[in-house]
């Protein structure tokens, strides 16, 4: 079985940083690219960032192009989302994600993405 799990969402305030982890178990994690996306209350889930199988490769959507940064530890079975300089408009909940496909800069929609986390909740306080 499947199991993404998300942590290390929180309330923080503006310009403030959050580090989220997103552990998975049940799959070859090395096989699969991961992202980020987020769903703010009352909006359609969103692209955050994605990274390829042997992280070479990353992409971010323009709204947190230089301000957040995906990694991952491929020993861990484990992703991240380090986000820096936070704004209120980042105030979402941040589910992980990960897809079997072949990772480009296009794999960026939900029907992409094979098994998802729970999601963590962020708050930015302005």
């Known amino acids: 079985q499947v199991q993404l799990v998300e942590s290390g969402g929180g309330l923080v305030h503006v310009g403030g940083s959050l580090r989220l982890s997103c552990a998975a178990s049940?799959?070859?994690?090395?096989?699969?690219?991961m992202a980020w996306f987020r769903q703010a209350a009352g909006k359609e889930r969103e692209f955050v960032g994605s990274?390829?199988?042997?992280?070479?490769?990353?992409y971010y959507a323009d709204s947190v192009k230089g301000r957040f940064t995906i990694s991952r530890d491929n020993a861990k079975n484990t992703v991240y989302l380090q986000m820096n300089s936070l704004k209120p408009e980042d105030t979402a909940v941040y589910y992980c994600?990960?897809?079997?496909?072949?990772?480009?800069?296009?794999?960026?929609?939900?029907?992409?993405?094979?098994?998802w986390g729970q999601g963590t909740q962020v708050a930015v306080s302005s």
């Open positions: 049940g799959l070859t994690f090395s096989n699969y690219a």
């Open positions: 994600a990960a897809s079997a496909r072949f990772w480009t800069i296009w794999l960026a929609r939900a029907t992409d993405y094979d098994y």
């Open positions: 990274i390829s199988r042997n992280l070479v490769g990353t």
